[in-house]
């Protein structure tokens, strides 16, 4: 299996440009996550889906963040519009139930750099 | 989520054992300790969780104490891939949506 996928690796806009950040599961997985990293605040889980379907969106930021899972093996996070502070490197994970929820499987990350 | 201590930083000459040690004395009877690491500029990577008993995979030993209010996780033969921040995590039990908060862990520098 190719492990998670996300796309692009690195991201630099400008403040004010919408941004679509993309991710592919492991194929079987019915659990994805969106974290987000920065230096101040660590990892932050943003939101989780079960089965395409959203279960909790607490940690997404503000109305600007927004994410969708239209089926199994895609899933987007967009930011509309960016801003400075959401610079970070954003995270996709996913598992299944058979594994313990907390045995999540990592994509490599996108770099987000908003100017 | 109990709280977990952890050393800041560790040195491991390569090819020998790298042993991280964890404190998580709150730890509830129905939480399980959790082992991640993240390779510079890499998402992190899952290794190995307990409950009670020790446990064992291709990429390390998890050995946790009979009181559980520590643990260590072993990596047998560490290399210098295995240079990384290590974090434990205690995590788990009814109400548990999966929710991995990282606290500073332990950065662990293989050295050759």
């Known amino acids: 299996d190719a492990g998670v996928i996300q796309s692009p690796r690195h991201e630099v806009t400008e403040m004010g440009q919408e941004v679509t950040l993309r991710c592919k599961p492991i194929s079987g997985h019915d659990y994805l996550f969106w974290y987000r990293q920065t230096m101040m605040r660590g990892l932050e889980l943003l939101i989780y889906?079960?089965?395409?379907?959203?279960?909790?969106d607490s940690g997404m930021p503000e109305d600007r963040f927004s994410a969708k899972m239209p089926n199994a093996s895609f899933s987007t996070l967009k930011i509309q519009p960016s801003e400075p502070r959401d610079s970070a490197v954003y995270f996709c994970?996913?598992?299944?139930?058979?594994?313990?929820?907390?045995?999540?499987?990592f994509g490599p990350g996108t770099r987000l750099l908003v100017l | 989520d109990a709280k977990t201590t952890q050393p800041p930083s560790m040195d491991c000459a390569e090819g020998r054992a790298a042993n991280l040690p964890c404190n998580h004395s709150t730890i509830s009877g129905n939480e399980y300790v959790y082992w991640y690491r993240q390779i510079h500029s890499q998402g992190p990577q899952y290794i190995i969780h307990g409950l009670k008993n020790n446990e064992t995979n291709e990429m390390a030993s998890l050995i946790i104490t009979e009181d559980r209010k520590s643990s260590t996780l072993i990596l047998p033969h560490a290399t210098l891939r295995d240079t990384a921040v290590y974090y434990c995590i205690v995590i788990g039990g009814l109400g548990s949506q999966g929710n991995l908060i990282f606290g500073k862990g332990t950065k662990l520098s293989v050295k050759p």
């Open positions: 994970a996913s598992t299944q139930l058979a594994n313990h929820l907390e045995t999540q499987y």
């Open positions: 889906f079960n089965n395409n379907v959203p279960i909790d």
